[in-house]
């Protein structure tokens, strides 16, 4: 697959991440390391909560993003880095055996001021499970590369 730089993308540009399942195991796993609520780790006391059932952590469903975003997207980017996420908002619970999908929309397309041969992309990620409903959302910043003058 070509290399995609800068200068290839624009607003509304709209890019299909993929698919991840979750199993209720890497709910569990997951959630015991790094974010040990009850109704992320324990499925009995998961059933008696609010949520009616296990849970993943809403760090979890950002890490699966993630993994979308590489698989789907930046293996073919000339991705240098991330100054950050500006918001992120974890919308639907994520439960055992969900099949997500992820989306990428650029908002914004904005060339280096300074001259370096690099732009800016602000981008809307979206989550959805396999019911079409959206379970989070992020608006991100990447810094990408642009073509190279003997390209």
Known sequence: MALLY??????????ELGRISVSEAEIIDF??????QYFHTDPEA????IWGGLVASGWHTSALFMRLLV???LKSVESIASPGVDEIRWLKPVRPDDILSGRLTVLEATPSRSG???????QLGELFNQHGDLV?????ISIIGARPRDA
């Open 31 to 36: 959630a015991r390391r790094f974010d040990p």
């Open 136 to 140: 989070m959302s992020l608006r991100a």
């Open 46 to 49: 998961a059933r008696r909560s």
């Open 116 to 122: 370096a041969r690099r732009g800016t992309l602000r």
């Open 71 to 73: 698989d789907g997207h």
């Open 6 to 15: 800068f200068e290839d993308f624009h607003p509304g540009q709209k890019t």
